[in-house]
């Protein structure tokens, strides 16, 4: 019998087998220790990694903001937020001092539904809750400049007593890795600091790279964004390969940063022995219900730390892509970008001399990568808009793998990564 493979796709999973001739290696982010997460929430406010306690730091009459994630980050934001309430209302502050900001970045708003899910019916209908506004200036803070990058902010969190933020810290390809100051500087961030964070001039400098923390100056701007907006605790988590939070901490931010990078290096780096003709790359949800986001698995891998793919690879990606190249800002210039030109190398030329608008990076990034591979997008309800953007839409696993041995060669060499964006892939040249 043939051996099955599966990689995550939406809410569930893709299976399928490999045409014969074709062999396959298994990567995955490894696994951890469940923890209780209500509990380890408390236990993380009760203890935190450096700094005060929000207990010392919370005092009655402060005006408080909680920054959260969008629908776009898996992160348990109910539960945390739920934590940090209770925690500042112990201290005396007032239900009427909170402001709870989902950070939706250059992101559609969130939708009533999507609030009530992230912080549970009570919470969503008891509080003042706000989508940050990055394009209108009336609703912005201006902080000043950092390293000729101009930092805006949400004026609801730059101008509270005391500014808070969830998170998870999971790779990623600018920041290096996610959590709380990204939720805040990006999330709840200006659109002139993420145009100019996300240019082709940053994301080529050295040391912007995925897994990085280094030295690396997107990291820094956001860091310093965060700082000056006042951003004092956070509480975050990292999830290992089956999706459970295994850890949770909370404190000063880049202390806590630190703690949980160290911790997801241990869970996501794989090294590798070769370099292989096809990636089969899995997302899952929430990242795959559109083009924009599912399309980091394409930069995730080409641009790993070394490289995996080999010369004129290809990049298979299972997903639905329900919301098409997806409905935001971001999303609708980033496929603006792709099907103004031609093909990748056009692509380029375009918008790498050129001040790009925040969302054409990931058009930016994904042609550079199809300049040197192949993409194919497996059962997605967004086929058009997939070939629109330079790659192809395949109706099943059988017809890619068809596609992609005619592209590479018939004995392949397949690399499958269950879920690709937790999975930080070193290829044999590098470290």
């Given at each position: 019998?043939?051996?099955?493979?599966?990689?995550?796709?939406?809410?569930?999973?893709?299976?399928?087998?490999?045409?014969?001739?074709?062999?396959?290696?298994?990567?995955?982010?490894?696994?951890?220790?469940?923890?209780?997460?209500?509990?380890?929430?408390?236990?993380?406010?009760m203890?935190?990694?450096?700094?005060?306690?929000?207990a010392?730091?919370?005092?009655?009459?402060?005006?408080?903001?909680?920054?959260?994630?969008?629908?776009?980050?898996?992160?348990?934001?109910?539960?945390?937020?739920?934590?940090?309430?209770?925690?500042?209302?112990?201290?005396?502050?007032?239900?009427?001092?909170?402001?709870?900001?989902?950070?939706?970045?250059?992101?559609?708003?969130?939708?009533?539904?999507?609030?009530?899910?992230?912080?549970?019916?009570?919470?969503?209908?008891?509080?003042?809750?706000?989508?940050?506004?990055?394009?209108?200036?009336?609703?912005?803070?201006?902080?000043?400049?950092?390293?000729?990058?101009?930092?805006?902010?949400?004026?609801?969190?730059?101008?509270?007593?005391?500014?808070?933020?969830?998170?998870?810290?999971?790779?990623?390809?600018?920041?290096?890795?996610?959590?709380?100051?990204?939720?805040?500087?990006i999330?709840?961030?200006?659109?002139?600091?993420?145009?100019?964070?996300?240019?082709?001039?940053?994301?080529?400098?050295?040391?912007?790279?995925?897994?990085?923390?280094?030295?690396?100056?997107?990291?820094?701007?956001?860091?310093?964004?965060?700082?000056?907006?006042?951003?004092?605790?956070?509480?975050?988590?990292?999830?290992?390969?089956?999706?459970?939070?295994?850890?949770?901490?909370?404190?000063?931010?880049?202390?806590?940063?630190?703690?949980?990078?160290?911790?997801?290096?241990?869970?996501?780096?794989?090294?590798?022995?070769?370099?292989?003709?096809?990636?089969?790359?899995?997302v899952?949800?929430?990242?795959?219900?559109?083009?924009?986001?599912?399309?980091?698995?394409?930069?995730?891998?080409?641009?790993?730390?070394?490289?995996?793919?080999?010369?004129?690879?290809?990049?298979?990606?299972?997903?639905?892509?329900a919301?098409?190249?997806?409905?935001?800002?971001?999303?609708?210039?980033?496929?603006?970008?792709?099907?103004?030109?031609?093909?990748?190398?056009?692509?380029?030329?375009?918008?790498?001399?050129?001040?790009?608008?925040?969302?054409?990076?990931?058009?930016?990034?994904l042609?550079?990568?199809?300049?040197?591979?192949?993409?194919?997008?497996?059962?997605?309800?967004?086929?058009?808009?997939?070939?629109?953007?330079?790659?192809?839409?395949?109706?099943?696993?059988?017809?890619a793998?068809?596609?992609?041995?005619?592209w590479?060669?018939?004995?392949?060499?397949?690399?499958?990564?269950?879920?690709?964006?937790l999975?930080?892939?070193?290829?044999?040249?590098?470290?």
């Open positions: 019998m043939q051996e099955r493979f599966a990689v995550a796709c939406g809410t569930g999973k893709m299976e399928f087998t490999l045409p014969p001739g074709m062999r396959a290696d298994v990567v995955r982010p490894r696994l951890g220790n469940a923890v209780d997460l209500p509990s380890a929430a408390q236990a993380a406010l203890q935190p990694v450096s700094g005060p306690s929000l010392e730091l919370a005092r009655p009459g402060q005006r408080v903001c909680i920054v959260f994630t969008d629908a776009t980050r898996d992160v348990p934001d109910q539960i945390l937020v739920s934590a940090l309430l209770a925690q500042l209302h112990e201290a005396g502050i007032r239900r009427q001092d909170v402001v709870l900001l989902c950070g939706v970045g250059m992101h559609r708003p969130s939708t009533p539904e999507e609030k009530a899910a992230k912080l549970g019916a009570d919470v969503a209908s008891s509080y003042r809750i706000l989508d940050s506004e990055p394009r209108s200036v009336s609703d912005l803070v201006h902080l000043g400049d950092h390293d000729g990058i101009p930092l805006w902010v949400s004026r609801p969190a730059a101008e509270a007593d005391l500014l808070l933020a969830t998170g998870i810290v999971e790779p990623h390809q600018y920041a290096g890795f996610s959590g709380g100051r990204k939720t805040v500087a999330g709840a961030g200006g659109e002139p600091t993420i145009a100019a964070t996300h240019s082709p001039s940053m994301i080529e400098r050295d040391g912007v790279r995925l897994g990085n923390l280094a030295d690396n100056p997107f990291h820094l701007a956001l860091v310093e964004s965060a700082r000056r907006a006042g951003l004092r605790f956070v509480i975050n988590v990292v999830r290992d390969g089956a999706g459970n939070v295994v850890e949770v901490a909370a404190g000063e931010p880049q202390a806590t940063l630190e703690h949980l990078a160290a911790r997801a290096r241990q869970l996501y780096e794989v090294q590798l022995d070769r370099r292989y003709d096809i990636v089969v790359a899995g899952g949800h929430p990242k795959d219900a559109n083009i924009y986001q599912a399309s980091r698995a394409v930069t995730y891998t080409y641009f790993a730390p070394s490289p995996v793919l080999a010369p004129g690879g290809v990049i298979i990606i299972p997903a639905p892509c919301e098409g190249v997806g409905q935001g800002v971001g999303e609708q210039r980033f496929a603006a970008a792709m099907r103004a030109h031609p093909g990748p190398d056009q692509v380029v030329s375009a918008l790498r001399h050129r001040v790009t608008l925040a969302g054409e990076q990931r058009s930016y990034l042609a550079r990568a199809l300049q040197g591979c192949r993409v194919i997008f497996v059962g997605t309800e967004a086929g058009e808009e997939v070939e629109a953007c330079h790659m192809t839409a395949a109706p099943s696993m059988e017809e793998f068809h596609l992609a041995r005619q590479t060669r018939p004995d392949a060499d397949v690399l499958v990564a269950p879920h690709s964006l999975t930080v892939l070193r290829g044999p040249d590098g470290p």
